[in-house]
């Protein structure tokens, strides 16, 4: 069974920026395509009636997100990003706005109630009004919260810092304070070109550069230590083979004799299957003397 969608699955851009500049007239201010998307920066004034036209005339039914971009070099620092969605033509826009810090924004949440909730996060996070939302509070930070995150002067470390005391038994706000002053991190390994003399580098640049090496050194020999000729001429000196009875010295090369045991008198003469067994010291008796004991003692 094969089911039929009135919108296709990617829709096609062609034609689509045309026709909506020339919709909006004079309340767009600059329009492009870009990445496969439209981009439409629109007044400020006119972003109601610009966006309830693209609801209403041109499909783009549903309000998919509102986002905020500082740029602190531009005297309207703030871009209010609106991104639409059309449900029926399968197709997304982008339009745009600019705002200063005291420069309120009008509300849309007459067309899309949703918008309440996301005016509220790019207000906590960027500081930019909205003039006739019913409920312009901070959504993400905490109570008190100083400053907006996303700005692009907010300190990294924040103002404050939160932690629990256990003296107060409770969670307190203390103003930040560093153990050594912020650096700046360039994030370049250093071996990848750092713009930097790393320390105990600048030693490197007095040192004059060591000479090429003309040859490899090379062991192929055991005699070839690599210790000097002293350890050379040890271990060249030939080894002597280990006897029975004894082991061989490396240092002379000769055997080192080990004792034999003396068979006790009336034992038995030691074979294969039975071999010797090694005198024991005999006690000491009346007279004092020593010697080996007796069988069976």
Known sequence: MTVLHSAP???????VLDA????????VLAAREEYGEIVITVARDSIVETLRMLRDEHDYQQLMEIAG???????????????LLSLTKNHRIIVKLSAAEETPVPTVTDLWPVAGWLEREVFDMYGVLFAGNPDLRRILTDYGFEGHPFRKDFPLTGYVELRYSEEDKRVVYEPVQLAQDLRSFDFLSPWEGADYVLPGDEKAAQAPPPPPVAQAKTTD??????GGAPADAVAAKPVAPSTAGGSANPGQGQPV??????PEPGAPKPTEDRPARKPRARKAGKEGGTGPAPEGS
Request: net charge neutral; charged share 20%; glycine share 8%.
């Open 9 to 15: 699955r990617f829709a096609s851009s062609e034609g």
């Open 257 to 262: 004799p080990q004792p034999t045991a003396t």
């Open 69 to 83: 971009v500082d740029y602190p070099a531009r005297a309207e620092r703030f871009e209010v990003v609106y991104m």
């Open 221 to 226: 020999k055991p005699a070839q230590t690599g």
């Open 20 to 27: 909506l500049t020339s919709a909006l007239g004079q309340n």
